[in-house]
Structures are given as structure tokens and as C-alpha cells.
């Protein structure tokens, strides 16, 4: 993590990182002005809110309240040598908690990360640099040291060289690569988190059976999704760009739809318009980007190679964007690589969805197939030793699919989990299958997922592939964990060179009779691919480019951000339109405009709920405001803060609509309950003199929205380095 710290007045400290602001002071006897805690005060809070955060989590997943619980920390120093100390922790627990549960709680504070960092002693590395912003060496403090040459199977060069090849790639773009976290929580089973340091929103999870290979998995994505434009998805890029030369890409085309909102020709061919407008509903206006917003300019599509026959096929980026997230994109060290690990993930999704839709028993590994692998099967016996029953499935579904999967069983919640991994190889299938299941994960982590159930309904409901796609938190029937298998175990091999391996995946295509469109994105140093295989590997279901489009934000992105500008009509035009789309009210305005606000503000919770209320408090609708402000506090998971704003809110527009209250009368009570800060507020935005309480004015300009302003920097970065290798 990026800690930039800014020099205030006197002795005073700005801390920023990723969203916060830290400030710090010394005290008046160290010729401060004591207006803020000292770094060292930070420090020493820090171990105690990490114990306190640990012993919250243990009691959280055995349902055992905090309320009554107390903790405190003394730090002792030694006279002789204050570098010397002993922090002590006290927690004061209720006397009807268990004895097992006490030591539970004593064990979760010892695994504070605070304490842990501090007791392994973390290293210094001090240096000078000419210009913080513009360095652009990668942040890689976990790279791996000396000149090895670590190869593993699929990999086209050696650990060692992609790492460097990937890290000097991002360097060169001025992409500062941190690694926010590392896991090894089994043998053999790494996973980490990397992100761009001046804009966290762009970030990767990476894993493998090693650290470098973790590190190497994390790098290639951070390059796919980079290359694929994927952090950016949904994202408004600000109207610089919107206006630029190009959008997306250098080679994408602009159409305009008909003249009464027909799909263009020359978008999509006649197989894929089949499958995306099956009933002739579709509209050019549907296939708007989000991105640039530009209506006027028409419908942007980028080029794909269909593999059939070789012709240049234009997809809408909308099209992409809204169906596909980021299935069917990957980076490697040659283009062949790329394709493997491309429609591997493809084949793994596509039957993942398969076997949880139909309800499918999959076959058991054999222990003797299992003991070929000792690396993976140690893994497995860890988990099981932590107390999690592991079931270890061919998903190849008779020997058809380079599938494998691995199933987590947690006795302590009745949640499972099932991994799934695809590659050629049985082998690296069945790794595959085991770090995605733990990671980015500690064993607190294995407590969230759903139990399995025998409802068909829930479990074939589309949303719930998607949650699956997304973190694997959908739901699993019962009876994928009968012991009769619908289909026989096949110990297969798809393996050969990347090549041999791309050309067998394209072929189960072919066989299937579903055609692939492929795009190839080689202009930052590294082979990136991207596979659209119609009818197959959506994630999201066509009808969303319908009925739940993304570009819905240009409906209401230009007057949201110019709320405060807007005159009464203006306002009474958007609350129709909010009323009209029956959009959920419980979205929140980060997703529905696509607009990164910081999430700890007012405009970061926002929903389409509270905005409505706004709005109708603005216009004196004081009624409806009414209503709205009631499901606002049933179902608030905003800040405490807000939430008391609006029970002041509800309480004086109740006075104000009964005319037998006076205001007068229980100013001073209200005041006395909510502050005078907060009940002016509140009056205000009921008599229409405070309009849009807590939201800071900004603009399409996006002015104060910082943390999107680093998104779009980020995506500028990678912008210029298209227009330069354009030539344009």
C-alpha cells in the first residue's frame, strides 16, 4: 500500500492512501499544538483495534455478542532501552461465555497482523527518488530473489523471466504495483492481491503452487485486464477521452443505428445476431457505451477474427462489457499460452454452470489417482487436519472437458464451496482447482459461503451463476454430493505443447458447433487474447442488453452529477425518469452511473432510494418524503451518522404535516437529541433552504471526485500509450 504524506502547518501530517486521510500532530510539550494523536499513538492503536477486529470476527461467525465485551492495551516500557516494550492485551469477557469459546478468543488475538508484522520485524528500504509521481519502478517487494529459471507446465518461459517481463511492461506504462496482501495458509497453495498503488480500484488476485507462481498469475491478469480494458468497465472516462480520437482502441469502428433505432449493418454477423436479438427487440440505442456516453457519435465496435473462417466480425464494446465480465481474456508469454489459459477458463465456467444448473453427481478421484500428485494431496490432507472435509471430482463429464474440481465442506457453519479448475493437463487442472479455492482466503474466510440446498429454483435461477462467477458464493444442491455419479471417472490428458493444446480446446468448439471470435492485444509487450464464444461462455444472460443494460447511466449520469445545478423541473424530469425505470431502490449511484465515489462519503452510499428522498425534500414533496424516509430507516445500512440525520427527518416532517404540532414546541428536545448541527441541517432540507444535505457539489467534470479522477488517470496512461504506438 502507497502511503503519500503531505506536510501541513506547524508539525502537522496528512497521511492519504487509498481513500483516507490520516492526520497526525505532536503534542504542545514537543512544540505541537496536540490537535491530532502522534504517529507513534497511531501505532500503538493500530495492535489494539487489530486484536479488538479478530476477537469481533470469531464472535461474529459463532453468533456471540460484542456488546459486553472489553478489550484494552498497555504498552510497558523498559527503562533502559525504550525500543524495548511489552504490549499488553486485556480483553474482560462475559462470564457466560464457554471455556472453549474463551480460548477461541484468546487464540483469534494472536492472530492479530499487527502483532504479526511486528513480531517478524519488518524490513526498511529507505531511498531517494526524483519525483515520487513519476517513479515508475513496480512495487514488487515479494519478487523472487537471484537468477533461477523455475519452469512449470503451460508456461512458455520461466517463472523468473515473466516476472521480470510483466513487471517491466507495467513499469514502463508508470503503473506503481504493489502487493497489498500474501496467503499461504496450506502447503503448496500461495494466492496474493496486487494493485496499481496511485489507483487501487485497478487490481488482481494471482495463485499457484508457489509464491512466484502466484506472483506471475497476479501479473498476467493485472496485463489481460489492462489490455481488455476491464477495471474501466462501466466506467464513465471523463469527457477528455469521450471526445478523443479513439475511445477504446486505435482500430475501433463507429456505427450509426437506422433511423428508427434498427441495429447498424456491420455489426455482429448473422450467427452471433441470432443469439443477441433471438426476438427482434434489440436497439442501436442498447448497444450505446457507457464509457464515453457519446450518443451523438453512435454505437463503438471493436474488431474480432472469427476462427471459422478468418473474417473481421465488430462487436459493440456495450455488448462485451454488459455480457461477458472478464470470461475469456488472458495474457501469456506467447500468444499460443494465452489462447490455453483462455479457453481453459471458458471450459471451466461453462461447465461449472453445467453441472450446478442440471444438478449433476460428479465422480470421486480415486486416492490412488490422487497420490500421483503429492504437492496437491498435501494441501488437501492440510485442510482436512484444520477440520474441512475436502471432496476431490473429474468434471471432464466422461472424459469431454479439461475440468477438474474440488469441493470444501465447513462442519462449523454447513457452508460449502466448490473450486473449479480447467487446463489440459489433469495435473495443473487440479492445482488450478485447489488455489482458487483458498484464494485471497483465510480459514475465518472458508465461514461465508452457503449451505447446499435441495431447491432447483434457487439453484438454476440465473443470478445465481453469477454469484458464482463472481466470488463462488452461490448456492450448490444437495445432490451434488450423492455418492451414484451421473457420469464414470476418466483420468484424461489433453496435454501437448501450448499449441497442439490451443488447436484441441478450438476443436471441442468446433465439435460442440459453436463458433469463436478472438481479438489479440499485443501493443503493450505482451500477447493478450480475448475469446467471445456466443451461446456459451456469457455470463450474464443476453436479455440484460435489454432489460438491464449498464448504459441505463446515460439516462442519469449528467443531471446526477449536476444535481445541485438542476432548477425544479430539471429536478421533477429526473425523479419521473428514476420512477419510470423501476430500477431496484436499493442500488446504490456508484453502479448505476458508473462513477467510482469514495465509498466512506454520502455520495459513496447513496442509493436510488435516499436520492429519490432528496429530491422529493428538495421539491417541499413532503408526503412522499415521508413514506420514503420510513423504508429509508427500515432498511438502512448507511453510516450511523445518516441515519440519525433521517430519524430528525421523519420526526419534524411528521410536526410539519400535522397541524396540531408546531415546530417551536420540540426544537429544543430535537436539538438536545441530534445536535444543533444536525437538526439545522434537517429543518433546512424540510423548508427547502438546505438542498441536498450532505453531498459536496461536483459536475461532469467530476470535480472532488477524487478517487474516479485516479481511475481516469490510470486509464489515460494507458490511452497515450495506444495513440503513441498508433502513431496518432
Partial sequence: ????????????????????????????????????????????????????????????????????????????????????????????????????????ILRSIDRCTVKKVVQTGPEFQIETVENIDEDAQALLMGAPEGEGSTWIEGKDLPLEQTIANMSVILADLGMKIEIASWRNIVPHVWSLHIRDAASPTCFTNGKGATKESALCSALGEFIERLSCNFFYNDQFFGEEIANS???????????????????????????????????GELRGSNLIDTNSGKTSRGIVALPFERQSDGETIYFPSNLIENLYLSNGMSAGNTLHEAQVQ??????????????????????????????????????????????????????????????????????????????????PSFEVALERSLTELLQGRSF??????????????????????????????????????????????VEWDFSGSNAEEAATLFGILEEMGLEAYMAVHEDLGAPVCRILVPGYSEVYPVEDLVW????MALLFREDILNLHALDDDQLTALLERLEETQLDEHMDIITLIGIEFDENTVWGQLTILELKLLIQLALGQHEEALERVQMFLQYNDNSVARGLFYQAVQAVLEIALDD?????????????????????????????????????????????????????????????????????
Fill in 1 to 104: 500500500m502507497e502511503i503519500k504524506v503531505n506536510y501541513l502547518d506547524n508539525l502537522r501530517l496528512e497521511a492519504k492512501f487509498d481513500d483516507f486521510t490520516v492526520i497526525s500532530d505532536q503534542p504542545i510539550r514537543y512544540k505541537g499544538d496536540g490537535s491530532a494523536p502522534g504517529p507513534f499513538d497511531y501505532f500503538l492503536a493500530s495492535s489494539a483495534m487489530c486484536a479488538a477486529y479478530f476477537v469481533k470476527v470469531y464472535c461474529n461467525t459463532r453468533g456471540i455478542p460484542t456488546e459486553n465485551i472489553r478489550l484494552s492495551q498497555n504498552n510497558i516500557v523498559d527503562p533502559e532501552n525504550r525500543y524495548n516494550q511489552i504490549f499488553k492485551i486485556q480483553v474482560e469477557l462475559p462470564e457466560d461465555i464457554s471455556d472453549k469459546d474463551r480460548q477461541g
Fill in 342 to 423: 483462455c479457453l481453459s477458463e471458458i471450459f471451466e465456467r461453462a461447465v461449472k454452470r453445467e453441472i450446478i444448473e442440471q444438478e449433476m453427481v460428479l465422480p470421486d478421484v480415486p486416492e490412488a489417482v490422487l497420490e500421483q500428485y503429492p504437492a496437491i494431496l498435501e494441501g488437501i490432507k492440510a485442510l482436512e487436519q484444520q477440520g474441512f472435509p475436502v471432496l476431490v471430482k473429474d468434471a471432464s463429464l466422461g472424459g469431454q472437458y479439461p475440468v477438474m474440481c474440488v469441493t470444501l465442506m465447513n462442519p462449523r457453519t454447513g457452508g460449502v464451496f466448490a473450486s473449479f479448475g480447467a487446463h
Fill in 660 to 728: 396540531e404540532l408546531a415546530l417551536d414546541d420540540f426544537r429544543y428536545n430535537l436539538a438536545r437529541m441530534f445536535g444543533d448541527e444536525t437538526l439545522d441541517a434537517v429543518i433546512g432540507s424540510v423548508n427547502g433552504d438546505v438542498r441536498f444535505h450532505g453531498l459536496p457539489p461536483t459536475n461532469m467534470q467530476l470535480e472532488g471526485l477524487e478517487k474516479h479522477q485516479r481511475l481516469i488517470e490510470s486509464y489515460k496512461k494507458l490511452h497515450a500509450h495506444r495513440a503513441v504506438k498508433a502513431g496518432m
Fill in 444 to 489: 475465518e474466510g472458508l465461514n461465508d459461503f452457503m449451505p447446499p440446498t435441495f431447491n432447483s429454483l434457487a439453484v438454476t435461477e440465473p443470478n445465481n451463476f453469477v454469484e458464482h462467477f463472481i466470488d463462488s458464493s452461490g448456492l450448490i444442491s444437495w445432490r451434488f454430493f450423492s455418492s451414484k455419479a451421473d457420469v464414470e471417472f
Fill in 245 to 279: 480520437a479513439f475511445v477504446h482502441y486505435p482500430n475501433e469502428e463507429w456505427f450509426q443505428p437506422g433511423p428508427n433505432d434498427e441495429l447498424p449493418e456491420g455489426i455482429l454477423d448473422d450467427h452471433c445476431r441470432a443469439i443477441f436479438d433471438p426476438d
Fill in 548 to 551: 438491464d443494460n449498464t448504459n
